[in-house]
């Protein structure tokens, strides 16, 4: 299940390298936890939440057939702390 994520979405973003998929198994249900670079958000949210959407629903048809539950969760990286700042003091001299 992690391949067909981790296939899927380096297919579809900018930055494949900083794709990130973590898996947890529980009791039957499959927990999994896609990580990537936030200029790349949009392009796997989509437009209204399509491309998230659709990619939901192809790991649901193998969970199906794999007699597996499975949960996608989407996080937004962590920023870095002085990314922050330097964000805002370009800002204030520009």
């Not at 936030?38 to 199906?64: C, E, F, W």
Request: charged share 30%; proline share 4%; glycine share 6%.
């Amino acid at each position: 299940m992690k391949d067909l994520l981790d296939f899927i979405v380096k297919n579809l973003v900018t930055k494949p390298e900083a794709v990130i998929v973590d898996e947890t198994e529980n009791e039957g249900n499959l927990d999994l936890n896609l990580t990537v670079d936030p200029s790349d958000m949009g392009i796997i949210i989509g437009k209204n939440g399509q491309t998230i959407r659709a990619i939901r629903k192809l790991l649901t048809v193998r969970a199906i057939a794999e007699n597996v539950r499975v949960n996608l969760q989407l996080t937004e990286p962590q920023k870095e702390p002085g990314a922050e700042n330097q964000d805002s003091s370009e800002k204030l001299t520009a």
